[in-house]
């Protein structure tokens, strides 16, 4: 199928971003290849974000479509709603504080168009400031060694505690959306598509950035790897989570290996040949997390032989932060 055959949308969400949301969605809306239409979904913005929005919208006629929460959702559950809501055949997930090049949409067009069983296709993203200024870094560059500038195996997903690949960075077809949605609560929304995706479609990649990616203190999540480098890594690990944290990871990897299964039923009707590799991986990867939550329940003293039996079996090196996470689950309440 042709790339000027596919239609686009854009699942944008916002929450208090007055200070971003004009430049991002005239970045869209100046693309050598414009979207059909840009979903904007608003999660009670307090600020003059619904403003703003409806103001560039007014200039766009028929393109950009202003949904305002009913209460607040999440930022996991907003773009639930605001991808659900799309109809487009290929979907860009857009945060509102990103800016993107303005060939974006037409080179990551590409890969979708050349084979119809590209299910997900991800660009690499200049890391700015708060006010766009590059830091001379590049995601793929930040996560060296996560090798996100190829597609990846099931094992190479597991490995480590980030999957790495931003919603800002990736776009995927509309046939996917009924195997990622609902997403789970305890995934992050772009980790849980860009998995998902491994397993059901073939995923390319495109080793150049297309969009500048914000960095600052309103960002959801803290990520070491990208707000800091090394040092702050090293920090991160050395605090002591409680139980729920560790019980939550399991219930993220319990709800994994669930949807994976369902995706099995669809044997039939559907050709996934890399979902046995992806169910297998995610068990293991759940049998750590649940090997984890047990020792962090146990008295310090009564932990030391199920965690070193965890340790020689190479679980810790190749899913966590190695002897760091190993010290922390014995000593650390």
Same mark, same amino acid.
């Given at each position: 199928?042709?790339?000027?055959?596919?239609?686009?949308?854009?699942?944008?969400?916002?929450?208090?971003?007055?200070?971003?949301?004009?430049?991002?969605?005239?970045?869209?809306?100046?693309?050598?290849?414009?979207?059909?239409?840009?979903?904007?979904?608003?999660?009670?913005?307090?600020?003059?974000?619904?403003?703003?929005?409806?103001?560039?919208?007014?200039?766009?006629?028929?393109?950009?479509?202003?949904?305002?929460?009913?209460?607040?959702?999440?930022?996991?559950?907003?773009?639930?709603?605001?991808?659900?809501?799309?109809?487009?055949?290929?979907?860009?997930?857009?945060?509102?504080?990103?800016?993107?090049?303005?060939?974006?949409?037409?080179?990551?067009?590409?890969?979708?168009?050349?084979?119809?069983?590209?299910?997900?296709?991800?660009?690499?993203?200049?890391?700015?400031?708060?006010?766009?200024?590059?830091?001379?870094?590049?995601?793929?560059?930040? #996560?060296?060694?996560?090798?996100? =500038?190829?597609? *990846?195996?099931? +094992?190479? %997903?597991?490995?480590?505690? $980030?999957?790495?690949?931003?919603?800002?960075?990736?776009?995927?077809?509309?046939?996917?959306?009924?195997?990622?949605?609902?997403?789970?609560?305890?995934?992050?929304?772009?980790?849980?598509?860009?998995?998902?995706?491994?397993?059901?479609?073939?995923?390319?990649?495109?080793?150049?950035?297309?969009?500048?990616?914000?960095?600052?203190?309103?960002?959801?999540?803290?990520?070491?790897?990208?707000?800091?480098?090394?040092?702050?890594?090293?920090?991160?690990?050395?605090?002591?989570?409680?139980?729920?944290?560790?019980?939550?990871?399991?219930? #993220?990897?319990?709800?994994?290996? =669930?949807?994976? *299964?369902?995706? +099995?039923? %669809?044997?039939?009707?559907? $050709?996934?040949?890399?979902?046995?590799?992806?169910?297998?991986?995610?068990?293991?990867?759940?049998?750590?997390?649940?090997?984890?939550?047990?020792?962090?329940?146990?008295?310090?003293?009564?932990?030391?032989?199920?965690?070193?039996?965890?340790?020689?079996?190479?679980?810790?090196?190749?899913?966590?932060?190695?002897?760091?996470?190993?010290?922390?689950?014995?000593?650390?309440?």
């Amino acid at each position: 199928m042709a790339s000027n055959n596919l239609t686009v949308s854009v699942a944008l969400c916002a929450y208090n971003g007055d200070h971003f949301i004009e430049p991002q969605l005239e970045s869209l809306l100046s693309q050598t290849r414009p979207p059909d239409e840009v979903i904007v979904c608003d999660d009670r913005s307090t600020d003059g974000t619904l403003r703003i929005a409806r103001k560039v919208a007014a200039n766009s006629p028929g393109k950009v479509r202003i949904i305002e929460n009913e209460r607040n959702l999440g930022y996991i559950k907003n773009f639930e709603s605001a991808i659900s809501r799309t109809t487009g055949d290929i979907i860009f997930l857009c945060d509102q504080d990103d800016y993107w090049l303005p060939d974006r949409v037409e080179k990551m067009l590409g890969p979708f168009s050349k084979s119809e069983k590209v299910g997900l296709v991800y660009c690499d993203a200049v890391l700015t400031d708060e006010v766009l200024h590059p830091t001379g870094r590049t995601v793929f560059g930040a #996560r060296g060694g996560m090798a996100l =500038e190829s597609a *990846r195996s099931a +094992r190479q %997903l597991v490995h480590g505690v $980030d999957i790495g690949i931003c919603g800002c960075m990736m776009a995927f077809r509309a046939s996917l959306k009924p195997y990622v949605l609902p997403i789970s609560p305890y995934w992050g929304h772009d980790h849980w598509i860009a998995f998902i995706a491994h397993a059901v479609f073939g995923v390319e990649v495109i080793d150049s950035p297309l969009v500048y990616y914000r960095r600052h203190r309103r960002n959801s999540g803290a990520d070491p790897a990208l707000d800091g480098g090394a040092w702050k890594g090293w920090l991160r690990p050395a605090s002591s989570p409680e139980a729920a944290t560790y019980a939550k990871e399991t219930r #993220r990897w319990e709800d994994m290996v =669930e949807r994976l *299964r369902q995706l +099995r039923s %669809l044997a039939a009707t559907a $050709d996934f040949p890399k979902l046995d590799e992806f169910i297998l991986e995610s068990k293991l990867r759940l049998e750590f997390a649940r090997g984890r939550e047990c020792l962090k329940r146990l008295p310090r003293q009564a932990r030391i032989w199920p965690g070193i039996q965890l340790l020689f079996k190479g679980d810790y090196h190749f899913y966590v932060h190695g002897l760091r996470s190993f010290c922390k689950d014995l000593l650390m309440d």
